[in-house]
Antibody, heavy 125, light 108 residues
Framework: EVQLVQSGAEVKKPGESLKISCKGS????????IGWVRQMPGKGLEWMGI????????TYSPSFQGQVTISADKSISTAYLEWSSLRASDTAMYYC??????????????????WGQGTIVTVSS | EIVMTQSPATLSVSPGERATLSCRAS??????LAWYQQKPGQAPRLLIY???TRATGIPARFSGSGSGTEFTLTISSLQSEDFALYYC??????????FGQGTKLEIK
């Protein structure tokens, strides 16, 4: 079964650092782009950025550039989303998702076909 | 950044009836348009990609159409499990690949 399993809920204080994870299984992790999507409480979906685990090529949304770091460790089929200094406004559900691929080197121009279950991050003093 | 606008914000439809959801892009995205369904407490699920191709396991009552800037998701005969939030997303121009703000499909 193809799946993405995310790390558990986090409660942090403003200014703290955090790294959440997304482990892929059931497919070739290095050949599919993985992305991160934010959903703030009661709000819609926001595309944050994507990474190609095969070579760690990464692209960020301008809204999130410099605010978070996306990385991957292909040896353990895991992608990460990291903050160096959290803010209360980072409180949200974060989803990882795999970009659909139709063959060859998978294109970054694609929809998300497999989603993780989400990681809820709460930042509060 | 391409802005995706969905309408209506809320759609009230009776079970068994047809639902039509719209999505408009601020500039052409070709056919690089996806639709997702999200139920409360769940992750989104891909329904349609390439504007009109159903994803694996999606029932035939879901169909997508359109190209360029105007897109439609049609659910031909609503089942109880179809009442949810629906989002469109363009993946033609990036970054970012923007989502619409969502349409809530509720039971009339």
């Amino acid at each position: 079964e193809v799946q993405l399993v995310q790390s558990g809920a986090e409660v942090k204080k403003p200014g703290e650092s955090l790294k959440i994870s997304c482990k892929g299984s059931g497919y070739s992790f290095t050949t599919y782009w993985i992305g991160w999507v934010r959903q703030m409480p009661g709000k819609g979906l926001e595309w944050m950025g994507i990474i190609y685990p095969g070579d760690s090529e990464t692209t960020y949304s301008p809204s999130f550039q410099g605010q978070v770091t996306i990385s991957a460790d292909k040896s353990i089929s895991t992608a990460y989303l990291e903050w160096s200094s959290l803010r209360a406004s980072d409180t949200a559900m974060y989803y990882c998702a795999r970009l659909r691929c139709s063959g060859g080197r998978c294109s970054s121009r694609s929809a998300f076909d497999i989603w993780g279950q989400g990681t809820i991050v709460t930042v509060s003093s | 950044e391409i802005v995706m606008t969905q309408s209506p914000a809320t759609l009230s439809v009776s079970p068994g009836e047809r639902a039509t959801l719209s999505c408009r892009a601020s500039q052409s995205v070709g056919s690089n348009l996806a639709w997702y369904q999200q139920k409360p407490g769940q992750a989104p699920r891909l329904l349609i990609y390439g504007a009109s191709t159903r994803a694996t396991g999606i029932p035939a009552r879901f169909s997508g159409s359109g190209s360029g800037t105007e897109f439609t998701l049609t659910i031909s005969s609503l089942q109880s499990e179809d009442f949810a939030l629906y989002y469109c997303q363009q993946y033609n121009n990036w970054p970012p690949y923007t989502f619409g703000q969502g349409t809530k499909l509720e039971i009339k």
